[in-house]
């Protein structure tokens, strides 16, 4: 036998011992080896790219961003990292829909290594606050689809919305201009909400193309991975490979979801209007969800098709298990016991849906899974206050254990601009600052991007091309 064949069989004979020394994970370790693609590892293995945990995720609205916001708090918990929260004065967002500014984060949640509550994005005043490493991700929703939910969702906000007679969205359609006023209060909920939550000038004519195009090459240099709601388990692909993450790591159950008769169905021709309307958000969508398939197409239709799948096989075994060998059932605010479960319900025309555990839950359960389960399907607003809660506690001891000089020193208030930080370290938090009041303004309707972040974060497979969607 040659050497050249020799060399093969030592390096299967290696592999397969590796396979198999993996136990439990050998199903999906051999389905990966098969397809040549990396093994989505349900626990770190030695030896493997350790995780990335410098996060930054702009949650925009409607758009499946609070059921990933539920997977990287639990992410945070289970890796011990800090998320960044809001101040009291600001809620469970930043301050929205006011520009991101760093007196809008609580000062028991400094350093962060996530970030991912609501905010109008500044890219300036978020890297002020992150790690050099921080990769950046978001999602776009299609923006009719979005655009029905925004306009049922917040019809009793939005005061564009709430003028029109019915509250038909037909009629709003018909002449959007009539009801909409660009400076009035919650006015980005009624054009181009997506463009707005990037930082963008949502009123921008959509016959100023220069501005449009210049704006998704801004979105596209900033932006690691740009997820789509309606390819979400195929983004979640991408995600665990851009982070390097396991198969737990990715993990979800939908929240925050409307029941069908809180819904509207599109009239032919309305999906038209809604995107000529909302014409930067389109702009932004098209090039992404071309973008998406670019980069599944480069990390191979059947590995994503294979890690999809074990995706949902293991979210089932993950539901099962915490609902008692049974599939979750979506239940009314009204019908769920657990008040730490009740989803926030925006008006009595809207019924948002969510999910009770089964009281014998406790029953077979460490109280570690039993929590699990808990946070699993904890909506956005109890899961926030929760956290916020547990890393004041871990804060305070952090505090505590100080030597008393170290300890007076973190009584000074932050400096008004904060440097950033080559690495996060997770047992000093950066000291508390003075809250004062917030800096930011109420956007106007001419802001621009921001310049690019040049070299700051590496994108899936090969550059995708510049050219524009139309």
């Not at 011990?80 to 520009?99: E, I």
């Not at 958000?281 to 999809?308: I, K, M, Q, T």
């Not at 460490?366 to 399907?377: A, G, P, W």
């Amino acid at each position: 036998m040659s050497q050249k064949k020799l060399f093969l069989v030592f390096i299967a004979i290696s592999t397969v011992s590796l396979l198999l020394h993996h136990g439990g994970h050998f199903s999906w370790t051999m389905e990966a080896f098969h397809l040549g693609c990396p093994a989505p590892r349900s626990h770190p293995a030695p030896g493997l790219k350790p995780k990335h945990t410098n996060v930054v995720f702009l949650k925009t609205h409607k758009t499946a961003s609070s059921t990933m916001q539920n997977l990287l708090f639990r992410f945070a918990e289970r890796n011990n990292l800090t998320v960044a929260l809001p101040v009291q004065a600001c809620g469970h967002q930043f301050c929205y829909p006011r520009s991101f500014t760093s007196h809008f984060v609580h000062p028991r949640t400094l350093p962060p290594n996530i970030i991912t509550n609501h905010m109008r994005f500044s890219k300036a005043e978020v890297q002020r606050l992150m790690p050099n490493d921080t990769i950046y991700v978001t999602i776009l929703r299609e923006p009719s689809s979005m655009f029905e939910s925004l306009f049922t969702y917040y019809n009793q906000y939005c005061q564009s919305f709430k003028r029109v007679p019915n509250g038909s969205l037909e009629a709003f359609l018909e002449e959007p201009l009539r009801y909409y006023r660009r400076d009035e209060k919650d006015s980005m909920y009624a054009r181009n909400t997506l463009t707005f939550d990037l930082g963008g000038d949502k009123d921008r004519p959509a016959e100023d193309v220069a501005y449009a195009r210049a704006f998704v090459a801004e979105v596209d240099r900033v932006f690691s991975l740009v997820m789509i709601a309606e390819h979400f388990d195929e983004s979640l692909v991408l995600l665990r490979h851009l982070l390097s993450w396991d198969l737990d790591d990715i993990l979800y159950v939908k929240l925050n979801m409307r029941t069908s008769s809180s819904k509207r169905s599109l009239t032919p021709g309305l999906p038209a209007k809604i995107r000529a309307w909302n014409s930067l958000d389109a702009r932004l969508y098209d090039h992404f969800n071309a973008s998406l398939w670019r980069h599944l197409s480069v990390l191979g239709p059947a590995c994503v098709a294979r890690e999809v799948r074990l995706l949902r096989q293991a979210q089932e075994r993950l539901m099962r298990s915490c609902f008692g060998g049974q599939m979750p059932l979506l239940r009314s605010a009204a019908q769920i016991k657990n008040k730490d479960l009740r989803p926030w319900q925006p008006s009595g025309k809207v019924d948002i849906v969510g999910y009770d555990l089964p009281v014998n839950l406790s029953r077979g359960f460490s109280s570690q899974s039993q929590e699990l389960c808990l946070k699993l399907i904890m909506p956005e607003l109890q899961y926030t206050r929760v956290l916020l809660r547990s890393q004041s506690v871990r804060y305070r001891r952090s505090y505590q254990l100080r030597p008393p000089q170290q300890s007076h020193s973190l009584q000074q208030p932050i400096r008004t601009v904060m440097p950033r930080h080559p690495q996060v370290h997770r047992s000093q938090p950066t000291p508390p600052a003075a809250p004062g009041p917030a800096s930011g303004t109420r956007s106007n309707s001419t802001s621009k991007p921001a310049a690019g972040i040049q070299g700051r974060t590496t994108k899936l497979g090969p550059k995708p091309s510049q050219t524009q969607a139309s």
